[in-house]
């Protein structure tokens, strides 16, 4: 599913305009990434969490000329659903 599929789905369900649907999806979007670039966790009840993790530093290899380089501990943007998004996707979804 994609951004436009959202819209129109939001759209058709509320029947409002997809112009007024888009911005308030790119508005939601651009708040929780300008949360989480200010360090700021978001938490949606009964969805999820968009959270920020820390990667330690490592040491990582360069295969093609055989070096070993150090990669520095960095933070990257996660989601980590809610129990009960989790649980409804256990049991409507068929294992492929």
Do not use: C, W
């Amino acid at each position: 599913m994609t951004k436009a599929d959202i819209v129109a789905k939001i759209s058709e369900k509320l029947g409002m305009e997809k112009g007024d649907v888009q911005a308030t999806v790119e508005s939601f979007m651009d708040e929780v990434k300008n949360s989480l670039e200010s360090g700021d966790n978001v938490y949606l009840r009964g969805f999820g969490s968009f959270i920020i993790k820390t990667r330690a530093e490592k040491t990582g290899r360069n295969i093609s000329k055989n070096t070993t380089i150090k990669i520095p501990a960095h933070n990257i943007p996660a989601f980590k659903p809610a129990k009960v998004f989790v649980e409804g996707v256990k049991s409507n979804v068929e294992v492929k």
